[in-house]
DNA sequence: CTAGAATGTGGAACGGGTTTCATAGCAAAT
DNA sequence: ATTTGCTATGAAACCCGTTCCACATTCTAG
């Protein structure tokens, strides 16, 4: 491969024109200019990436910490940040992380070494405080609340549309409601408690430990869920899912048992619940990711918190 | 932020020794060791990533071509190679390109530029023979048959499911069959050539031409094309879709205006397909995203292809 | 006791760019 | 005739690491 010094070499001019004429970049003769572009072209010389990142400090890269992918939340994510990368002279790298502490450490050390210009993290398994420290080392952009950190944030304020819900399924004078949330974890995770919390709001009671099952996720997760429903004698009239796909994993173990289908609740939006027509919830995560991915590329952007209003989306009956 | 020379200096040992120490390469006695990673706490130094990168000419990237993202064919073979480099040390960037030529020459303009140190292209607008000249640059993996290139593949063989489908169709005596295939371009595409010239294989004759709709990926496109067949008065008894989800678009315009649903044949064996039981057909492109993978970071595999047999999945009826 | 091996260290080159700054030619303005 | 200002160029510093190689010790085997 040729290098810039090839081409000073080879044109007989200087590295510094050399440079100049390729990035068109202060006071180059038009004689210069073209004696250098044709040995550019001799010699099939293209800059260095690397070299040049090295140089002007900067990567044009930002750190996408990704849990896994299967799941529309992250995909969504995903899509929103990739559409607004798009011509946006940034590159999107995807870091897998499991939610597993390690991981997330090493990419951070990997902000901390400027391999990224920035972070975006969809998830996190460490602590907000923690991710918050390393900020000094790069710019890290959150998808939920911040709570009472710095980092800034896209994020859907996923309580309007839970509290529609439960406002709804209180009108049909529904009591009977089996939760699936996500994760569970040492401290419960920041949209199970907005779901249980904006339940307490509209029926002003917390619902009984065995109605709440954590950790669900999938259509294999519904299915399963279910399955432990019915063995315990757990009837719900209505379930609330944390996904539309996990509730449709529910209502195919009711349809396979034969027995009635109870109620449902998704999340997510998704193609499977328009199609049985379910009713769900949209967290609008396209748009967010997109937001964040301004936010990790506009470091004095301001407000640097951006707040999406959940939407539900009534269906059925 | 701190740099090697900082250290250097701080510890009164040389540059070299600094690295050495750092790197445990090399000799060290146990003093400076000990000294110099004193200053490496202290001035909370991490070495530059780029600058290594630069340093060892590579840079641990795999450059991802996306044309867009939502759609199975793409979020699987994404999944598997995001599944085959995590804990590689492998990093992936994502190159959405919706086809564009020019985008595509972009990023190949960054693989001659050493940005990656090799790409997969899980679809390309430009022509095989042009990609493969970029080879020269760095290595370039794609997901489809390389035809009479010499670029590494990982890919399907379409034709083993397709043809199990269409003897499956003859022998329920299926006459009248509608395609729904995947992009038109100049040269149709290797998809649809490939479902062709199954149907052709099996059925010793060509589709009418009204019965091929090109260009079709989504579910609105599956929706909007049933529409046409019935406003052309084209009634087939089976479709055979580029797509689980276009199949359900297709199957949700019939059953809206309460027509006779006609048989449905999906792909990418999603779980819209498993719900409606409807076949489908499962071209295991997760794994081929993970054998792209593998390709693209050891180049001196052998062989540098990879054809997965494609799979019919009998579902219904 | 000594040659050769093993250990420890640092100067300097290298990777491949960008940018600052000094120098110089030349034309317009005073 | 002198000053000012613009164009043009290149040496050298800079970005921040890794590594080659030469040199100096110290150890070990013969």
Redesign the interface.
């Given at each position: 491969?040729a290098t810039i010094r090839d081409i000073a070499k080879a044109s007989g001019y200087s590295i510094a024109t050399v440079s100049r004429a390729i990035n068109h970049s202060g006071y180059v003769s038009a004689k210069a200019q073209q004696a250098i572009e044709r040995v550019v072209a001799e010699l099939d010389y293209?800059?260095?990436?690397?070299?040049q990142?090295?140089s002007a400090g900067v990567?044009h890269?930002i750190g996408v910490v990704?849990p896994h992918?299967?799941h529309p939340y992250f995909?969504q994510l995903?899509?929103g940040i990739?559409?607004a990368?798009?011509d946006s002279g940034y590159?999107?790298?995807?870091?897998?992380s499991?939610w597993q502490r390690s991981l997330e450490l090493e990419y951070l050390?990997?902000l901390?070494?400027?391999?990224f210009d920035a972070m975006i993290f969809t998830s996190h398994g460490i602590p907000l405080k923690e991710l918050a420290a390393y900020q000094r080392y790069g710019r890290i952009v959150i998808c939920e609340d911040p709570k009472d950190t710095d980092l800034p944030a896209a994020y859907s304020d996923r309580e309007v549309a839970y509290r529609a819900a439960f406002r709804w399924l209180q009108q049909k004078q529904v009591t009977h409601i089996g939760f699936l949330l996500s994760r569970a974890q040492e401290h419960i995770s920041a949209t199970s408690y907005a779901t249980l919390r904006a339940f307490r709001a509209i029926y002003g009671r917390t619902p009984g430990k065995d109605w709440i099952i954590s950790g669900i996720n999938t259509?294999e997760d519904g299915y399963h869920t279910a399955e432990k429903f019915h063995q315990h004698q757990i009837e719900p009239e209505y379930i609330f899912s944390n996904g539309d796909?996990v509730a449709?994993g529910v209502r195919?173990y009711y349809i396979q048992q034969h027995l009635p289908i109870p109620g449902l609740v998704g999340q997510e939006n998704q193609?499977?619940s328009k199609?049985?027509n379910i009713p769900t919830i949209d967290h609008h995560f396209v748009q967010i990711g997109a937001a964040a991915f301004e936010l990790a590329t506009h470091p004095e952007a301001t407000p640097d918190r951006e707040k999406f209003q959940s939407e539900f989306i009534l269906r059925g009956i």
């Open positions: 491969m293209a800059p260095n990436a690397i070299a990142d090295l990567t890269t990704l992918s299967n995909t995903l899509n990739m559409d990368a798009f590159k999107i790298t995807i870091l897998p499991g050390e990997q901390r070494r400027k391999a259509y796909d449709v195919q193609l499977t199609l049985l």
